[in-house]
T-cell receptor
Framework: KAGVTQTPRYLIKTRGQQVTLSCSPI?????VSWYQQTPGQGLQFLFE???????NKGNFPGRFSGRQFSNSRSEMNVSTLELGDSALYLC?????????????FGPGTRLTVT | GEDVEQSLFLSVREGDSSVINCTYT??????LYWYKQEPGAGLQLLTY?????DMKQDQRLTVLLNKKDKHLSLRIADTQTGDSAIYFC??????????FGTGTRLQVFP
């Protein structure tokens, strides 16, 4: 079974631009979560989508948004990029059901904002 | 509040045991997790423990949970150079929302 895939793997943008990152979950998984990883703040939860609905949300400004499609693929968008948005963005997929609910992570998209 | 703490570094000799510690704050977390991150890679789920368990063993990995003190530990037996990585503990106060610790960088030397 294929793992979680994320595209693109690397991205360079300038301040003020917007960016869209994509995540394809493991086949059969209906939940996709997004995390931001930076040296200063560590791993922080952005949001989680389950069956095309946002189910959980972290403490990020409204510039960060996401969506999920009917095939469970998810995208996240960051508008009006700031230097501080430079980070590794990780997505994780799971069945989304109650229980141990193991989350499997993709390799991440490294975003650099200049 | 949500705050998971870990020590930043651990250095061990190859063949010894490693113990990585973690304290968490949310007693409502039903499951607690350990993830491993190698350089340039995403996170790999190593193991997890249900909150009503004290211990879970999985090959070279042993997880101990002290729910009263909100303390979690991961013991790696016979540590190898391939175990060198950053290890994160995580609590899950809500389904599919993980709160990660700061990560412990494990260095294994020959």
């Amino acid at each position: 079974k294929a793992g979680v895939t994320q595209t693109p793997r690397y991205l360079i943008k300038t301040r003020g631009q917007q960016v869209t990152l994509s995540c394809s979950p493991i086949s059969g998984h209906r939940s996709v979560s997004w995390y931001q990883q930076t040296p200063g703040q560590g791993l922080q939860f952005l949001f989680e989508y389950f069956s095309e609905t946002q189910r959980n949300k972290g403490n990020f400004p409204g510039r960060f948004s996401g969506r999920q499609f009917s095939n469970s693929r998810s995208e996240m968008n960051v508008s009006t990029l700031e230097l501080g948005d430079s980070a590794l963005y990780l997505c994780a997929s799971s069945t989304g059901q109650a229980g141990a609910n193991e989350q499997y992570f993709g390799p991440g998209t490294r975003l650099t904002v200049t | 509040g949500e705050d998971v703490e870990q020590s930043l570094f651990l250095s061990v000799r190859e063949g010894d045991s490693s113990v990585i510690n973690c304290t968490y704050t949310d007693s409502s977390s039903t499951y607690l997790y350990w993830y491993k991150q190698e350089p340039g890679a995403g996170l790999q789920l190593l193991t997890y423990i249900f909150s009503n368990m004290d211990m879970k063993q999985d090959q070279r990995l042993t997880v101990l949970l002290n729910k009263k003190d909100k303390h979690l530990s991961l013991r790696i037996a016979d540590t190898q150079t391939g175990d060198s990585a950053i290890y994160f503990c995580a609590e899950s106060p809500k389904t599919d929302k993980l709160i990660f610790g700061t990560g412990t960088r494990l260095q294994v030397f020959p």
